[in-house]
């Protein structure tokens, strides 16, 4: 199982931001580099590819404050 995390985007250590948008949903079978989430903090976004092929499942709501670093998804 891989771990998709949050990226880090600020320097602080335990900053917040948003999971703006999932483009997959629970279940569904990914590849390796596919557009899976876009995130949002302060005035930067940015795009989550998936690491891995496989299925995913989301750990995270789309519109949650999450802190940089944590799990929103995994991949089996």
Do not use: H
């Not at 948003?18 to 557009?35: C, I, P, R, Y």
């Not at 690491?51 to 404050?65: N, R, S």
Request: hydrophobic share 50%; glycine share 6%; aromatic share 4%.
């Amino acid at each position: 199982m891989t771990e998709v995390t949050f990226p880090r985007m600020s320097e602080e250590a335990d900053a917040i931001g948003v999971l703006s948008t999932w483009f997959v949903e629970s279940g569904e079978t990914v590849k390796a580099d596919q557009l899976i989430a876009e995130v949002a903090m302060d005035k930067v976004d940015a795009e989550v590819l998936a690491p891995v092929a496989g299925t995913i499942t989301l750990a995270t709501d789309e519109g949650a404050e999450v802190e940089q670093g944590a799990v929103i998804a995994r991949i089996e």
